[in-house]
Nanobody, 116 residues
Framework: QVQLAESGGGLVQAGGSLRLSCAASGSSFARVGLGWYRQAHGKQREVVAR???????YYPDSVKGRFTISRDNAKNTVWLQMSSLKPEDTGVYYC??????????WGQGTQVTVSS
């Protein structure tokens, strides 16, 4: 059973930084894709960063240059470093582990609130 546990969310002022962590268990971590998604109140969940098993990263334009995803396979951990945060970055951030397009797992989410 795959389990993902996020941490590091909180309240920060606009322009500030936060680092989210996600620890995984129950999966061969090195061979899977990992990602961070967020869901603002009343909106659909959206991707903010992904990293492949080979280390290739993807960011949407909304966070490019401000967010950085990284992973340590030995520690079964993926991080999301967020800087220059904006109020529109507010939401619940979820860690995602993708084994195949039809098999993926989600963490419980961690709240990030950016005040103006």
């Amino acid at each position: 059973q795959v389990q993902l546990a996020e941490s590091g969310g909180g309240l920060v002022q606009a322009g500030g930084s936060l680092r989210l962590s996600c620890a995984a268990s129950g999966s061969s971590f090195a061979r899977v894709g990992l990602g961070w998604y967020r869901q603002a109140h009343g909106k659909q969940r959206e991707v903010v960063a992904r990293i492949s098993s080979g280390g290739i990263t993807y960011y949407p334009d909304s966070v490019k240059g401000r967010f950085t995803i990284s992973r340590d396979n030995a520690k079964n951990t993926v991080w999301l470093q967020m800087s220059s945060l904006k109020p529109e970055d507010t939401g619940v951030y979820y860690c995602n582990l993708l084994i195949t397009p039809g098999v993926q797992f989600w963490g419980q989410g961690t709240q990030v609130t950016v005040s103006s």
